[in-house]
């Protein structure tokens, strides 16, 4: 088997960022590796993609590129919808909202479960367009994303005949058209976290993904057709921020939701709120992770790992910020750089693959900017993993750094990338306050063996969600959202649906 054959490379040992002698853990000597162990299985892309409106595509028009991250190589030509399709899609959604939300509840969750099923059934198709359009690992997009897609259809799918449950004492109705703007982290995810309550209370959409990774969504809205969705229920249109922009300001929407950059979401807060218009924001976060020292040691840099390098760090409730008690912050510092060695950077495609590409050569700039910033402020960047990156793409190879001070730029700014910032604690009072000292409020995890300590400190955690001797674990049935500058509103769960209804 491919997966498992070892290959023989030689040992090698690499540069720090500045040039200097790195701090790596380089084995001695000989070191394994795995061979390569790409995926084979070719997927169809066509060469122009129109939009999804009213149950029918458009001719391409005013096109871009979205390229593989991984390669830098085109995959698609993708329409730049103006604020005159917008508004063709706003109408096709008003047009079918009478009849959709009309339909006997269970007759709307059978859609929603013809999705969920045909997800599952093109799943690996849809894996590896995720994987070549976003540069994220296939064993993610494979093992997490397209599962969690299927099972936020299944689960709501399950809630539509069932809303009144869901509001005891009240009458739930549909909201009507909703906006829908998602990013590119997690495309297909972000659009079954949007769409899959939407529909299953009744409600019609207008769906936008990211520019740079457009075509997973556009697959979805193929999905859609084939389960015979009625026309103009789900759209899906595509465009940069000007057609985002053009969405934020139609008159046409009674909600709109979007999960992106804070700084974007301001200006959907500000153009919803000057009409009425409801809305749910998740936006950014600089989430602290807190490892006390009656923890599994090694469990816990298990979660660090899994906190911050998962998905290259490009998730809003990365654990970005690790706060590790005093007495115990050589050790885990030490276990860290062996682990983060261990991490296979490289093609996305590869099932071997830990972290992959940088979704763009943005997010990359940026990601670089803030490792510059941190050496120029005076902490120490750990650079110990050994992979050598591939000569095209966007690469960031996953590093931490120590001797970071609370009022340093890469402890209060969030990076969006592979990078993390330690600092330690001596109390738990003073993790608390270190830990919510940030305009954020998405995400956090402890880690302690005592059960009584973990309830104390969630409570005092100003976060949406806590994770506790775990992290990045999703559920459909869990909600997820933020305080503070991380947005509002949840999403997934009865807290979810909440978002979807009207109640009278
Ligand atoms: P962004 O917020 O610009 O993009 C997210 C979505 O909003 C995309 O679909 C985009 O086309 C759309 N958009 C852009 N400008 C818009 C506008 N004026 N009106 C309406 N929609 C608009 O995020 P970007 O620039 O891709 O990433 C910048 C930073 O944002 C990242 O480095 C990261 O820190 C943060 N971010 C956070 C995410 C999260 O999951 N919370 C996801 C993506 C980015
Ligand atoms: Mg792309």
Known sequence: MTDTQLAHTNGSTT????????????????????????ETVKVTIEPRYGHYINGDW??????????????????????????AQVDTAVKAARAALGPWSKLPA???????????????ERSRELAILETMDSGKPIKESRDVDIPLVAQHFFYHAGWADKLAYAFPGATPSPIGVCGQIIPWNFPLLMAA??????????????????????????????????????????????????????????????????????????KIALAAASRGTKLTLELGGKSPHIIFDDASIDQAVEGIIQGIYFNQGEVCCAGSRLFVQENILDQV????????????????????????????????????????????????????????????????RPCFFTGVQPSHTIAREEIFGPVLSILSFRTPEEAISRANNTPYGLAAGIWTDKGSKIFEIARKLKAGVVWCNTYNKFDPSSPFGGFKESGFGREGGVQGLRAYVNLH
């Not at 540069?15 to 790409?38: C, E, F, K, M, Q």
């Not at 859609?111 to 045909?118: L, P």
């Open 15 to 38: 540069l720090d960022r500045n040039g200097s002698t790195a701090d790596h853990i380089a084995p001695p000597g000989v070191r394994w590796n795995y061979a390569a162990a790409p």
């Open 106 to 120: 269970k007759e709307r969750a059978k859609y929603i479960f013809r999705i969920a099923r045909r997800i599952q």
């Open 193 to 266: 976290w949007k769409l899959a309550p939407a529909l299953a209370c009744g409600n019609t959409c207008v769906l936008k993904p990211a520019e740079t990774t457009p075509l997973t969504a556009l697959r979805l809205a193929e999905i859609c057709h084939e389960v015979g969705l009625p026309k103009g229920v789900v759209n899906i249109i595509t465009g940069d921020g000007r057609t985002g922009a053009a969405m934020a300001s139609h008159p046409g929407f009674d909600k709109l939701a979007f999960t992106g950059s804070t700084e974007v979401g301001k």
């Open 58 to 83: 458009t001719k391409p028009n005013s096109t871009f590129t979205t390229e593989n991250p991984a390669t830098q190589k085109p995959l698609s030509e993708i329409s730049n919808a103006s604020a």
């Open 333 to 396: 510092v030490a276990k860290l750089k062996i682990r983060l060695a261990s991490l296979r950077v490289g093609d996305p495609m590869d099932k071997n693959t830990d972290v992959g590409a940088v979704n763009s050569k943005a997010q990359l700039d940026q990601i670089n900017r803030y490792i510059a910033l941190g050496q120029s402020e005076g902490a120490q960047i750990h650079d110990v993993n050994p992979s050598t990156l591939p000569s095209s793409g966007y690469w960031c």
